[in-house]
């Protein structure tokens, strides 16, 4: 269903779908399953033009997600004696809903631009670990079905262009905060099993501070300041242990200098630390690339570009998740220090001013740091 004319645009859909496993158990008899599930996938879309450069966009989505067959079949998983896993055959499947709310405006002639961004999802029947404490110390996990998880989030940026440097300015705030929802299966004082609902709640609150000018069409400066926190906290009193906060800072500084003849320099360093996690977690990175890049052709439309990333070799990820039951402190190999050499033709379709947008949008956003922007 579509419904457009110069001002909006409204469409909706609809998709169905039939889905049927089978799985089949050769060492026990009566642990076969065979389900069947109905798919639904409606989408929604609406889309009102203010002006030109000032519109408003509603996105819906809605998805099943079915269980697996390791979380359906009814077979102990002893792969890991501390923690024996079994599925759980009366599974339904999940549902989520996600709606998006995006407002843009922006004005090419004062290089002032405003966007903000809102989410909210929410899942039913959501399907979440069953994890029974023993005695011994040892645990056993299994699956159900739950509602109350959903998620909210929201972020704003405003830019601004002043001074006869035409230095640009930008603010970005994000805010985030999601329910979890778990079983917690402790052992009381006399040694019975005590079930009890545990709610987690994850928030995080970011700010950042970008800066940027571009001098004579040749340097081309910018700056930018990261901070986010992040709380976690559990409803259920006996994992209040389990409640914890910390913190990440991002500072990024990023110069690009355009020589005569096509040749361009371009570097960035950024500094990363985080904060408040365990003993030995808690990280304190610099990241330093670099390229020399040189443009081919009369319309300066070709680029081969050679760059090293991570030139000090000090590349490393970590993370913590909270749940009902852990804190998980976790730090990841990645990719280190490497080459790379690329070579990339810009086909410019349309003649004219519309050739100036892209260069208009990114001095627009000079300051700004893009890892905080929105992806579609």
């Known amino acids: 269903y579509r419904v457009q004319n110069a001002k909006f645009n409204l469409g909706a859909t609809m998709g169905l779908q039939f889905a049927s496993l089978n799985s089949e158990n050769k060492t026990k008899v009566g642990n076969n ?19 030109r450069s000032k ?13 697996s067959v390791t979380q359906l079949q009814p077979v102990p998983d002893n792969s890991d004696i501390t923690n024996i896993k079994r599925g759980n055959p009366e599974l339904s499947q999940e549902f989520s809903n996600s709606l ?18 809102f989410n909210v999802g929410t899942t039913s029947n959501k399907i979440v670990n069953n994890v029974n404490q023993l005695a011994n110390g040892y645990q056993t996990t299994t699956y159900t079905n739950m509602n109350g998880a959903y998620n909210v989030s929201g972020y704003v940026n405003y830019g601004f262009q002043f001074g006869k440097a035409k230095i640009r300015l930008n603010f970005t705030s994000n805010v985030a905060h999601s329910r979890d929802v778990s079983i917690i299966h402790d052992l009381s004082p006399g040694g019975n099993p005590n079930d009890s609902l545990n709610y987690t709640y994850n928030s995080s609150f970011g700010q950042t501070i970008g800066t940027g000018f571009n001098l004579k069409e040749k340097l081309d400066l910018n700056f930018s300041a990261t901070s986010t926190f992040f709380i ?9 242990g389990n409640n914890t906060n910390y913190f990440t800072q991002n500072i990024s500084i990023e110069p690009t200098y355009t020589f005569k003849g096509g040749w361009v320099l371009a570097t960035d360093l950024d500094y990363n630390y985080t904060g408040g996690l365990a003993s030995g977690y808690n990280a304190s990175v610099p ?13 300066q439309g ?7 990333y991570d030139i000090l ?32 033709y810009n086909l410019r379709k349309f003649a004219g001013a519309g050739q100036q947008m892209p260069a208009m949008f990114k001095n627009m956003m000079r300051g700004t740091n893009m890892r905080n922007m929105p992806r579609f």
């Open 302 to 308: 070709g680029e081969l570009k050679v760059a090293i």
């Open 232 to 240: 976690a906290k559990n409803s259920n009193q006996a994992r209040s």
């Open 55 to 67: 519109n408003l966009r509603i996105n819906y989505n809605g998805r099943t997600n079915q269980p």
């Open 100 to 117: 998006r709310i995006f407002y843009s405006s922006f004005d090419i002639f004062k290089m002032r631009n405003l966007f903000a961004l």
């Open 33 to 51: 399953v065979n389900k069947t599930f109905t798919n639904l996938f409606p989408t929604a879309n609406f889309t009102y033009n203010f002006t």
């Open 287 to 299: 990241l330093w690339n670099a390229s020399l890049s040189k443009l081919l052709f009369k319309n």
């Open 313 to 344: 070799n000090q590349n490393v990820s970590v993370s913590r998740s909270v749940n009902g039951n852990t804190v998980t402190d976790q730090q990841s190999t990645v990719l280190k220090q490497y080459f790379s050499v690329t070579f990339a």
